[in-house]
């Protein structure tokens, strides 16, 4: 409860009573008053306030001293205990700060109480010292106007009748009927007012009227409550506020009839608001109101200051959005609580850059939402925290400087022991997965191994009989791996069946030895090994097998020099873990080169050598795929039909396993049969191969190309050679001319692939070549691949045999595959070259001997030989 009053006043103050009121919530205390001398009579009072006439025995202390009396706790307290109120338990804690004259002589004092202890902190006397001097200024202009303010009180009485006034709009009439009060309000007289909506708006400030204008429009339109405040501007030029409700009541047809509302003048408490701001705004400390919402409502000078933004940024913005570092932080924890307990709290917090400062903050829920003042106390923080730091590293500076180095170094060796690992195993997995060649994995296993698990170390394999090879190895310092070099080759023959190695592999366990291995491996070795151990001076050393898929395909020697411990249970866990992935890694190389080698036999038991005519040099490759078993697809052929006639063949059977090769087998022979048996032209050999596949069950499909190479005698004559060929939906041929020029013979396009429709009709192409001509025939893995498209593959291809136009005919197939394959290619590649040496000159010798069958007839002789 409070209350102001002036001295000789018999009602309280309304400045005093609204500052006693505004200090009651600035410090969320109960009780606030302000105590006016020389009589002592209370501007504000205690929840149990004093008989008028009364002084407050705290207050005249706090006057006597002319200083802020703080009492935290009033009954421990010698200044005040034996005091009545406190005596009493009605006060336990009093804030008090005296209000000073103009003169310098105390006029009265400002203070707030509470029935149970309480800690005022600096900020709260800070607060009160500034509510305090507002106080004092209102006592001065309260004595300066008394004159007037007394008869404003009786201008006040006079009209407290009809303070409120009233208004009734006939809607359908469209007439405003006020009485004297509104017409007093609005600076008209009865005879002025000409109960108009125009007379209305004349008096509405212009920046109010279409605001006004939207609320009674809302009003009528929807029957709803009408409610605004807003300035009216008088004929005498001032300025007044007032606030009008109203409602709206039907007719009884059931639409708005009338509207029926009261005015009263608000414009003391729009002033008396503006006062309280002012106050505000003279605040040392910062202050700002949020609504319930969590916007901004309200921000005075010194809180635009710290937050370090305008008001205007500030101003019905939402808090979280504006300073987001405060989620989650104790600001959010605290305002939250503060807001659904209705408590107060107090709380320090420190709120990041850009603003990087600590606060002493104190906020408390009020009616429209959550009110903060909070002071700036980053230096104060910074000492405190240097004092406790100081006191802190007194106390424990040793213990602590030994504590943390020994963590320190147990953590960082636990880490480096696990980086180490981890580094490790990966290298090894990335190494020994990047290839699949046995000799190539284990030859680098030892670069991993050394220097991180030993000074130098030897791989060795078993093969598939038991029997061991030393294969590879490595010792750290560069100087001594020749000499390793020499022990490794001779190591094996010189060793004896007793030796850790063969007790290792015989009981599929990793055998250690932790001291003098030199001496005790040397004493089962013969020389020369014995001497050029007894060089590498091996002190400990650790035999781990390489195990994968059941069996023992390898082991791994470690050794260690003097000077370095020997192998840890770590060391022992580490190396069991390579072992494993190395095991592995050997055993899938092993097992890719069987499954090579046996994909690869296969593949090239069904592709024959070519025919070599008198003067056709004829050239074939295959490039089988990286992966194993990655056979069967691509096919070429090179023969004689029974007339003579030079055929190339080449296709892709879909597929790339051993099924494929099986049916690209039968693809391969049913083509040459019916080539031969036929002589027809590569367009009749491909429809009858179609035919065929379907009658005789091949259930594939396929790509291919058949083109022959015939020549009457004129054409022999001229020095050409006619070239016959069907496509049947495979990349098209290329042919390099004498000059360099290269072309894909694409022909009219390609007809469909085989084992789709054996009905399908197919075309013969044909074009004439010059004798020096080269053609090369190919399948699509040479051209595409992952990454790059099939066109690209094409220019490359062109450029690759443009650049290789003068090699001969070996040395353009090896260069082109050198080119355009990558090292590991993805598909497999088949080549069929043929080129076309002069007829009127022997056989090159590049081209090597004529291979033909036997009984066909050697070359005619150019006409006139």
């Known amino acids: 409860m409070v209350a102001a009053a002036v001295p000789g006043s018999a009602p309280a103050d309304p400045g005093l009573q609204r500052l006693a009121k505004l200090a009651a919530r600035l410090l969320s205390a109960p009780a606030s008053q302000v105590w006016l001398l020389p009589d002592g009579r209370a501007a504000g009072a205690p929840a149990d306030p004093a008989p008028p006439g009364s002084t407050d025995p705290l207050c005249a202390v706090t006057a006597a001293g002319r200083a802020p009396l703080v009492v935290d706790d009033a009954a421990a307290d010698p200044r005040v205990a034996s005091l009545p109120p406190v005596t009493g338990g009605a006060v336990r804690a009093y804030l008090g700060v005296p209000l000073l004259g103009q003169d310098g002589h105390v006029v009265g004092v400002l203070c707030v109480s509470a029935p149970a202890p309480r800690r005022w902190a600096d900020a709260d006397v800070a607060v009160l010292t500034d509510l305090a001097e507002a106080a004092a200024a209102e006592l001065e202009l309260s004595a300066l106007s008394l004159q007037y303010e007394a008869d404003r009180l009786r201008w006040q009485l006079a009209v407290a009748a009809g303070g409120v006034g009233s208004f009734d709009w006939d809607l359908r009439a469209d007439v405003l009927t006020w009485d004297e009060r509104v017409l007093e309000l609005f600076g008209y007289t009865a005879e002025d007012f000409d109960g108009t909506m125009a007379a209305f708006e004349a008096r509405v400030h212009p920046d109010d009227l279409e605001r006004v204008r939207r609320s009674l429009g809302a009003a009528v339109g929807d029957a709803a409550p009408f409610e605004a405040e807003y300035r009216l501007v008088l004929p005498d030029g001032d300025t007044r506020w007032v606030k009008a409700r109203g409602e709206t009541v039907r007719g009884a047809d059931g639409q708005p009839a009338h509207l029926l509302g009261a005015v009263h003048d608000t414009t003391a408490e729009r002033h008396e608001d503006a006062r309280v701001s002012r106050v505000l705004e003279s605040m040392s400390s910062a202050f700002f109101s949020l609504d319930r919402d969590w916007r901004f409502s309200y921000v005075n000078a010194e809180a635009e200051r710290v937050l370090q933004r305008p008001r205007a940024e500030l101003l019905g913005q939402d808090v979280w959005e504006l300073f987001p570092d405060a989620v989650g932080a104790e600001f959010e924890r605290q305002y939250r609580r503060a807001m659904d307990t209705g408590e107060q709290v107090d709380f320090e917090a420190h709120y990041p850059a850009p ?271 990286a992966r194993s078993a990655q056979v069967g697809g691509d096919w070429y052929d090179a023969f004689l039909q029974a007339d003579g006639a030079t055929v190339l063949a080449i296709g892709d059977v879909m597929g790339h396993d051993i099924t494929a090769a099986a049916a690209m087998s039968q693809v391969r022979s049913l083509l040459r049969g019916i080539a031969y048996f036929s002589g027809g032209t590569p367009a009749v050999v491909l429809s009858g191969l179609d035919a065929a596949m379907e009658g005789l069950a091949v259930d594939t499909t396929a790509t291919a190309v058949v083109a022959r190479l015939e020549q009457s005698l004129d054409e022999r004559a001229r020095g050409v050679t006619r070239l016959r060929w069907s496509n049947a939906g495979h990349p098209a041929p290329v042919l390099l001319t004498p000059d360099g020029t290269v072309t894909a013979l694409t022909g009219l396009g390609h007809d469909l692939l085989l084992g789709i429709d054996p009905r399908a009709p197919r075309i013969d192409e044909q074009v004439a070549l010059d004798r020096g001509s080269t053609l090369l025939l190919y399948t699509d893995g040479l051209v595409e691949r992952r990454g790059q498209d099939y066109d690209e593959g094409l220019l490359r291809l062109h450029g690759a045999m443009t650049e290789l136009a003068g090699a001969d005919l070996d040395g353009l197939c090896d260069g082109v595959l050198a080119r355009l394959l990558p090292e590991h290619a993805e598909d497999d590649v088949a080549l069929v070259a043929v080129r076309l040496h002069p007829q009127d000159r022997p056989r090159p010798a590049e081209a090597g001997p004529r291979r033909v069958p036997p009984g066909v007839p050697a070359e005619p002789p150019p006409p006139g030989a």
């Not at 020369?528 to 994968?548: F, G, K, N, T, W």
């Not at 072992?579 to 994909?599: E, F």
Request: net charge negative; glycine share 4%; aromatic share 4%.
């Open 355 to 625: 603003l990087d400062r600590w606060y002493e903050v104190r906020a408390w829920r009020d009616p429209d939402g959550l009110s903060v003042y909070f002071l700036d106390v980053t230096t104060r923080k910074a000492a405190q925290q240097q004092a406790e730091a100081e006191r802190a590293a007194t106390q424990e500076a040793l213990r602590t400087a030994e504590r943390a180095q020994r963590e320190a170094r147990a953590a960082q060796e636990a880490a480096e022991r696990t980086a180490r690992r981890l580094a490790l195993l990966a290298r090894v997995s990335a190494d020994l997965t990047a290839t699949l060649d046995t000799e190539e994995a284990v030859s680098r296993l030892g670069r991993h191994l050394v220097p991180a698990l030993g000074d130098w170390c030897i791989v060795t394999l078993v093969d598939g009989e038991g029997d061991l090879r030393d294969i590879g190895c490595w010792h750290a310092q560069e100087e001594l791996r020749p000499l390793l070099e020499r022990y490794r080759e001779v190591r094996l023959p010189c060793l004896s069946p007793d030796a850790p190695l063969h007790q290792a592999l015989r009981e599929d366990r990793s055998v250690v030895l932790s001291t003098r291995a030199a001496e005790r491996i040397g004493a089962l070795l013969t020389e020369p090994a014995r001497d050029l151990l007894r060089q590498l001076a091996p002190e400990s050393v650790q035999m781990v097998p390489l195990r994968a898929r059941g069996r023992t395909v390898g082991l791994v020697s470690v050794f260690r020099g003097a000077g370095v411990p020997a192998p840890s249970e770590e060391d022992l866990l580490i190396a069991a873990e390579v072992a494993d992935r190395a095991g592995l890694a050997l055993d899938n190389a092993r097992l890719y080169a069987q499954q090579q080698h046996v994909a690869e036999g296969l593949q090239r038991s069904l592709l024959s050598a070519p025919v070599e005519p008198d003067h056709l040099q004829i050239v074939v490759r295959y490039r089988p795929a």
